[in-house]
T-cell receptor, first 114, second 114 residues
Framework: DAKTTQPNSMESNEEEPVHLPCNHS???????IHWYRQLPSQGPEYVIH???SNVNNRMASLAIAEDRKSSTLILHRATLRDAAVYYCILRDVGGETSGSRLTFGEGTQLTVNP | DTGVSQDPRHKITKRGQNVTFRCDPISEHNRLYWYRQTLGQGPEFLTYFQNEAQLEKSRLLSDRFSAERPKGSFSTLEIQRTEQGDSAMYLC????????????FGPGTRLTVL
């Protein structure tokens, strides 16, 4: 699986935007970029995913570099509930049985200050 | 709530004992996954099922671990002759067919081996 690199931790203030970076310089053409987050004492939850174009949903936006070697998860207005570990994951969807597993790194611990 | 459920939520056992965990996926989700997470690390993939077929197993899944999904619905994960190194959070997730569909995680079973 292609590897991702994220900062260990980041801090933000409540109601301010947060930009969480992820580097994936060895990404292949069939790798989707997925983001999950894990709140304390809970299982991970899906946030967003994309392939080449920027993506928006109700939780966040995903900005993907033109060369796809990096991406940024954007939380437009951080709340205390957004404090979590955020994981950037590449999923190869080249075949029906590939792309099944999620390969988590250590993620970025986001702290949101009131 | 029709999310993924896991039972028990916590299990304390003595070294050498056998333990079994259960996962009930979201109904009609064909795929079911097991992950293990130790403190401070991201979840690690163990195995996954498509319906009742176990399609992939990680090398982390030693001979003491066995997983089943006999009717393509709920799944069990058994650990025989537990060791202290087995202490971890065991997470279950499910998803519909489709390589890039999001995985829905349960709350996990916390195993402590004394």
């Amino acid at each position: 699986d292609a590897k991702t690199t994220q900062p260990n931790s980041m801090e933000s203030n409540e109601e301010e935007p947060v930009h969480l970076p992820c580097n994936h310089s060895t990404i292949s053409g069939t790798d989707y970029i997925h983001w999950y987050r894990q709140l304390p004492s809970q299982g991970p939850e899906y946030v967003i995913h994309g392939l080449t174009s920027n993506v928006n949903n109700r939780m966040a936006s995903l900005a993907i570099a033109e060369d796809r070697k990096s991406s940024t998860l954007i939380l437009h207005r951080a709340t205390l509930r957004d404090a979590a570990v955020y994981y950037c994951i590449l999923r190869d969807v080249g075949g029906e049985t590939s792309g099944s597993r999620l390969t988590f790194g250590e993620g970025t611990q986001l702290t949101v200050n009131p | 709530d029709t999310g993924v459920s896991q039972d028990p939520r916590h299990k304390i056992t003595k070294r050498g004992q056998n333990v079994t965990f259960r996962c009930d996926p979201i109904s009609e989700h064909n795929r079911l996954y097991w992950y293990r997470q130790t403190l401070g690390q991201g979840p690690e993939f163990l195995t996954y099922f498509q319906n009742e077929a176990q399609l992939e197993k990680s090398r982390l899944l030693s001979d003491r671990f066995s997983a089943e999904r006999p009717k393509g619905s709920f799944s069990t994960l058994e650990i025989q002759r537990t060791e202290q190194g087995d202490s971890a959070m065991y997470l279950c997730a499910s998803s519909p067919l489709g390589s890039y569909n999001e995985q829905f995680f349960g709350p996990g079973t916390r195993l402590t081996v004394l």
